[in-house]
Antibody, heavy 122, light 112 residues
Framework: EVQLLESGGGLVQPGGSLRLSCAAS????????MSWVRQDPGKGLEWVSA????????YYADSVKGRFVISRDISKNTLSLEMYSLTAEDTAVYYC???????????????WGQGTLVTVSS | QSVLMQPPSVSGAPGQRVIISCTGS?????????VHWYQQFPGTAPKLLIY???NRPSGVPDRFSGSKSGISASLAITGLQAEDEADYYC????????????FGGGTKLTVL
């Protein structure tokens, strides 16, 4: 059974940093693309970042490019999102989601974690 | 503003049929990119409802169906039930955005 468990969310001051983690089980990260999708409270979904199964192709939304870094620890089967220079606009629930294939430019997100809330406020 | 456009809300009485539209452009849906639909209840993560335009994952009732034509896609729900009240999002890929995944703005379904 596929499971995704996010952690690392919390309250951070504007300009601060945070690292989110997503522990994956039931499959191997090297076989599937993984994405981070965020949702402002009461708002819609925004695709934030993605990494292909091979690890060689990475995507960032313009809103986070240069501030967020997606990575994987294959030995721990864990996906991470390092977030820097955070602003109030980054306040959201962050979900990690598994793609159904290795290429993040195709396919569906067939499994989602429960989400972790990031609040940027002074 | 979302790349894929959905009506903010739709409603229907129990037993009725509702349709949620998802309108894109020639750089996403119209370019041949598949459309997927997700269902989200308050306080929970989205769940895959329809994939590859019209396919249902195991466990999704056949009351839910999807279709795609031109630059648009649609989600139809027949025999509406109270437990269908949720937010629904369409998703595809946009070639003008380096192939990035894009979502619709979401549609709140209210069962009257």
């Amino acid at each position: 059974e596929v499971q995704l468990l996010e952690s690392g969310g919390g309250l951070v001051q504007p300009g601060g940093s945070l690292r989110l983690s997503c522990a994956a089980s039931g499959f191997t990260l090297t076989s599937f693309a993984m994405s981070w999708v965020r949702q402002d409270p009461g708002k819609g979904l925004e695709w934030v970042s993605a990494i292909g199964g091979s690890g060689g192709r990475i995507y960032y939304a313009d809103s986070v490019k240069g501030r967020f870094v997606i990575s994987r620890d294959i030995s721990k089967n864990t996906l991470s999102l390092e977030m820097y220079s955070l602003t109030a606009e980054d306040t959201a629930v962050y979900y990690c989601a598994k793609g159904d294939r290795s290429n993040y430019k195709e396919g569906r997100l067939d499994n989602w974690g429960q989400g972790t809330l990031v609040t940027v406020s002074s | 503003q979302s790349v894929l456009m959905q009506p903010p809300s739709v409603s229907g009485a129990p037993g009725q049929r509702v349709i949620i539209s998802c309108t894109g452009s020639t750089s996403n849906i119209g370019a041949g990119s598949d459309v997927h639909w997700y269902q989200q209840f308050p306080g929970t993560a989205p769940k895959l409802l329809i994939y590859d335009n019209s396919n249902r994952p195991s466990g999704v009732p056949d009351r839910f169906s999807g279709s795609k034509s031109g630059i648009s896609a649609s989600l139809a729900i027949t025999g509406l039930q109270a437990e269908d009240e949720a937010d629904y999002y369409c998703q595809s890929y946009d070639r003008s955005l380096s192939g990035a995944g894009v979502f619709g703005g979401g549609t709140k379904l209210t069962v009257l």
